[in-house]
């Protein structure tokens, strides 16, 4: 099973946008998660094609099972 942190935000132009990390720690929690979020807003880390990340939306983790087939 796989695991990914994916935070997801608003752009400048109102379209959501997701960043993906693979593999958080295992006690990863929400306030740590939101921290984070807010620092890449406020600080303009990253910066979209339509514009900067100006809101936070959600977080979630995603986690995923793959079964190779004989």
């Known amino acids: 099973m796989t695991k990914t942190l ?3 935000f608003r752009n400048a132009e109102g379209k ?3 960043l993906s990390l693979a593999d958080p720690k295992e006690d990863l929690t929400k306030a740590e998660v ?3 979020m807010q ?3 406020s600080r ?3 910066i979209t094609k339509a514009g900067e ?3 936070t939306v959600e ?3 995603r986690t995923r099972d793959a079964v190779a087939l004989a």
Do not use: G, K, P
Request: no cysteine; glycine share 0%.
């Open 6 to 8: 994916e935070m997801v």
């Open 16 to 18: 959501e946008v997701t």
């Open 34 to 36: 939101d921290t984070v």
């Open 39 to 41: 620092q890449i807003v």
């Open 44 to 46: 303009n880390i990253f």
């Open 53 to 55: 990340l100006t809101q």
């Open 59 to 61: 977080a979630r983790i």
